[in-house]
């Protein structure tokens, strides 16, 4: 539950700072916005361009539902 609740937080946070940028202000306390998983709101191990963590990448990886990744084998 509190892993839910912290990635609510962090959600309202980024419209927040999305929001001032958009007018052209700073937003107040913008350093405590930071990444977290879409699936499973882990905050470390982020992937940027996936949007997801190091282990949730892994299982969509072998799962096939990323395009044009698979799994290293040599």
Do not use: H
């Amino acid at each position: 539950m509190a892993r839910k609740a912290l990635m609510v937080k962090t959600a309202k946070r980024q419209r927040k700072m999305k929001q001032a940028l958009a007018r052209g202000k700073k937003p107040a306390k913008w350093v405590r916005t930071y990444n977290r998983c879409k699936l499973c709101g882990r905050p470390r191990g982020y992937l940027r361009y996936f949007e997801v963590c190091r282990i949730c990448f892994r299982e969509m990886a072998s799962r096939g539902e990323i395009m044009g990744i698979k799994k290293s084998s040599w």
